[in-house]
């Protein structure tokens, strides 16, 4: 019965590999360094590898080889990697192993011209796990690559204080002048809710996406949307 041995070692050799970060091109991984912040291990290095990130869209791709894990999603024009976290899309929450991308993850204009990094932090059963990309912000959007697929996971948004702590005043930022001037928002006035049918040509990231604020309006809402775009897509079916 030798053949029985196969699924186990197949199922261990995956367990050891944590996530794998598929796009953009990280600078770095190494299993056993994953959960050394804020890189897995590895120090940005602007002499190579430097890719353009488009602010106004760019797929992030990744392979989950957990059973279960919360994503965040997070940028800093701080070379080093160190301060000044900003968080780009709500935590997310992966169940089941395999590919999971968002597509159309969108950053603040405030970074076109600059360079920086792009963090993928996941909150899994071994702790948070760390993959970085060095970047050019450049305008514009971008089609997401072909590796950009999800398997058969289930994906819903999620409350984590261990990744929240990883942004923003929570994060190791500089403390004093916030680096989000939100004058946009006098709070709850602004959600626009109403926003959502009109999204359907992008998904429901993107309606997610426009449902969701770094300003604090929160997630919550956003799951709102999210609730309707499913009732939605259940109802034209
Ligand atoms: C994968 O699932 C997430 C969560 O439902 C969704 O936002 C995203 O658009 C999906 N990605 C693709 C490539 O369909």
Redesign the pocket.
Known sequence: MKSLLLPPLALAGLAAAHFQLLYPKSIGFADDNEGTAPCGGFTPDFSKDVVDFHIGGE?L?MLLVHPQGNWLFRVTADQKAQTGWEQIFPI?MQGGLGN?????VTVPDSYVGKKGVVGVVSDTADGLLYQCVTVNFVAGSAD?PSV???GT?K??FADDAKLSALVGTGGSAPSSPASSPTSSAPSAGTQTTTAAPKATST???AT?KAAWSPSGLGWGNAVTV?SMVVLGAAFVI
């Open positions: 797929a791709a997310v999971f991308c968002e597509p159309r997401p950009c697929k999800n996971v994906a819903s998904g429901a990231a997610l999210l």
